[in-house]
């Protein structure tokens, strides 16, 4: 997907480089993260430990978020002017707020980590038995907005779920405990939230949406479209620096979880290293990103997804694909290409 950009624009942003990067407009930038400093978040502390965005001549402030609507509202608001947020919230946020619309600029997640999680043994072998049960999700969610099309998808009535709303604190616990059958939410928060409960990981059943169907991208780096268009060049060197960070975590998982101790010094590397990796691999690593560069959008793709996203949420806004994603500020396809990944070991 082409953004019409001027080609001193595109001049301007291909010859950014750490020998100009002091002509970025903004140098000093906050970036708001979707989540607290967990392994898949602790990319861009890594990045900015290995100077990959003052290389670039930015200055990050990169804060932990309570969720990509929170991120999505702080960006919004001016308070921030980056997040990294899922695709989804962003798009429903803009059709229902005309006049304050973000733009990914940089897609990180090939695939949507919404997905429902269970312990096996409880007789959920397939969604389809999920028919009749009882799940655990966030008020607003994503995972719970768009748990219809999942379920019409993979052939049962999603009427028949019955639904426990409750905070992001107690989705897994209550779950765990036997209070629901079933979770709603990311898989890089669920599946090792429920580890950490004390279920071992391979009796973690998980049910990915996308597996049954749906067009979903994940999380992307967003930004207000005014702040692109005044600020064009630090938009580059931070997508640039956070697509640097993706491939120095992809090398090297455990090193990029390390970085959370300085911002968290109860975590868990152990546990936080697994959640990076699964992460990578299963949503950043797809055939796709890995075939054609991570944020190699697909327009016909996004364009499901952003219909899947209006039959869910019953939106009536029109929302063109070209203002949910553009690619103007994107490194060149051969830096985008994403190395072996690490492990844990």
């Not at 090297?252 to 959640?275: G, Q, T």
Request: hydrophobic share 45%; aromatic share 8%; with cysteine.
């Amino acid at each position: 997907m082409r953004a019409h950009v001027t080609a001193a624009l595109l001049a301007g942003i291909c010859m950014l480089s750490p020998a100009s990067a002091q002509t970025v407009e903004k140098p000093d930038v906050k970036i708001s993260l979707d989540w607290a400093f967990q392994g898949p978040q602790s990319v861009f502390l890594y990045g900015a430990a290995l100077d990959e965005f003052k290389k670039r001549g930015i200055d990050a402030t990169i804060d932990r978020g309570s969720g990509s609507g929170d991120t999505i509202t702080r960006v919004a608001s001016g308070a921030y002017q980056f997040g990294w947020a899922d695709i989804a919230t962003m798009v429903k946020f803009n059709a229902q707020n005309p006049g304050k619309e973000l733009v990914a600029v940089y897609v990180t997640g090939g695939n949507s980590p919404l997905a429902v999680v269970t312990v096996k043994g409880r007789g959920i072998d397939t969604p389809k038995d999920l028919a009749g049960k009882t799940l655990t999700a966030t008020a607003g969610s994503a995972a719970l907005a768009l748990f219809n099309i999942f379920a019409k998808d993979a052939g049962f009535d999603p009427k028949s779920v019955t639904w426990k709303q409750v905070s992001g604190a107690l989705r897994e616990p209550m779950m765990v405990r036997g209070e629901a059958d079933a979770a709603a939410g990311f898989t890089t928060s669920s599946v090792m939230s429920v580890v950490e409960l004390g279920v071992k990981k391979d009796d973690v059943e998980v049910f990915k949406y996308n597996d049954y169907g749906l067009k979903q991208y994940g999380t992307a780096l967003l930004v207000r479209p005014e702040f692109a268009k005044e600020n064009p060049k630090t938009v580059a060197a931070v997508v640039a620096a956070v697509n640097a960070s993706f491939m120095d975590a992809i090398r090297n998982p455990k090193a990029s979880v390390e970085a959370i101790k300085a911002r968290d010094s109860l975590a868990n590397l152990d546990i936080e290293c697994v959640r990076l990796v699964d992460g990578l691999r299963d949503l950043t690593l797809t055939d796709e990103f890995k075939t054609k560069g991570i944020s190699s959008v697909d327009d016909a793709r996004i364009a499901a997804s952003i219909q899947e996203i209006k039959d869910a949420y019953e939106l009536k806004a029109d929302i063109p694909a070209d203002k949910v994603f553009t690619d103007a500020y994107l490194p060149a396809q051969a830096e985008r290409m994403p190395p072996a990944l690490g492990s844990c070991e």
